[in-house]
């Protein structure tokens, strides 16, 4: 069997190498309901190299110099709350800033001189949630102590370092800790096993067929035919469902391989387009990311926005919020004007769904409400969601100019 290096789920042969590898983890927790510390930090550092050594070495040393520059970042943090417990904000936002440094030099280099940064690598995005999560939780006071190979081992859990989940450091560090018993890892091996299998269904299968197979065709034809013909539906659905497929299942692998580890890793799907309105179908896609936007970023600005009573209104605080908030999620994705557009405009269907919720409080006992007006709210939002995928394609972009 040829060795080659591989980015993480997206080659069967991966699989083989981790199976492999993980046997040995799988058999001591199953009978013995323990871990060997050094033998998961071997194969972290085994599956590291397979990702970002060979071709991709320019990205392991970034990966390198980024975890040394977080952990030296998050102790420098520490150290200061310990000597001084009422920190002045202006050292927190500092540290939060720099924390977001190198993911913001990623992100912009591109815009200025088309071409990659130096720092980019696999993942970074996550590990930069990652990094902001411990210094605000230590704002917080809700991680008194900083044990920094923990939370190196935090950053580089590698089963979720390509694709996430985004997990927390305090739920994280407890399974690190303490290996489940015997009992409970053979359920937490039946979800993984389960996980990893839907998760080939999904990627290799459904993902396979509508991204390789459909995409091509409906791509062409919208290409041929534009925006204002029947290919544009056949390119939104098949767009949309593509993206989900593709992306569950990297995150199905993620979760089912964490649970073959012992580690519950929380899910990132949950049926979303099975959503009855936007903000439930944000709390269902990708909720990982969903909810830590939502806690360390919307619930903080909302407090700000309260507490200095910038806004008279509670209504105007949160619909500023989301804006904020949604419009910072797309430029995450990239500095183009389509990524931008698809934040702004989920922000405005979330303020709709606050509107028409106040609305129907105030008019409700009017207004229908059974089996048939929920499937109308499913088919509504899964239609306004897979035309906002529409606009994250960028199909638009090729179309319009």
Known sequence: MKFEHMIPYANPLYFIWLIIALLPMILLLLYKGKRWGWYQIALTLVFLYISFGGQYWQQGVALIGYVIFQ???????????????????????????????????????????????????????????????????????????????????????????????????????????????????????????????????????????????????????????????????????????YLFFDFAGYSLFAVGVSNLMGYDTPVNFNKPFLAPNIKEFWNRWHMSLSFWFRDYIYMRLMFTLIKKKVFKSRIVASNVGYFALFLIMGVWHGLTWYYVLYGLYHALLICGNDAWIRFKKKKGKNLPSNKATKVFSIVVTFHAVCFSFLIFSGILDQLLF
């Open 71 to 241: 952990t030296l970042l998050v102790y420098g943090y520490h150290y200061y709350r310990t000597k001084k417990p009422n920190n002045r904000s202006s050292i927190f936002y500092l540290a939060v800033a720099a924390a977001i440094l190198p993911l913001f030099l990623v992100k912009v280099t591109p815009f200025f001189d088309g071409q990659a940064s130096i720092f980019n690598f696999l993942g970074i995005s996550y590990l930069t949630f990652k990094s902001v999560q411990m210094i605000m939780e230590m704002r917080d006071g809700l991680i008194k102590e900083y044990h920094p190979f923990r939370y190196i081992q935090f950053l580089l859990f590698f089963p979720t370092i390509s694709s996430g989940p985004i997990d927390r450091y305090r739920r994280f560090e407890k399974e690190l800790l303490e290996a489940p018993s015997k009992e409970k890892y053979v359920d937490f091996l039946e979800k993984g096993v389960w996980n990893i299998f839907l998760g080939f269904f999904y990627k290799f299968i459904l993902g396979y067929y509508l991204g390789q197979v459909m995409l091509p065709g409906v791509t062409k034809e919208i290409m041929s035919h534009g925006l204002f013909s029947w290919s544009f539906f056949g390119y939104m659905y098949v767009y949309s469902l």
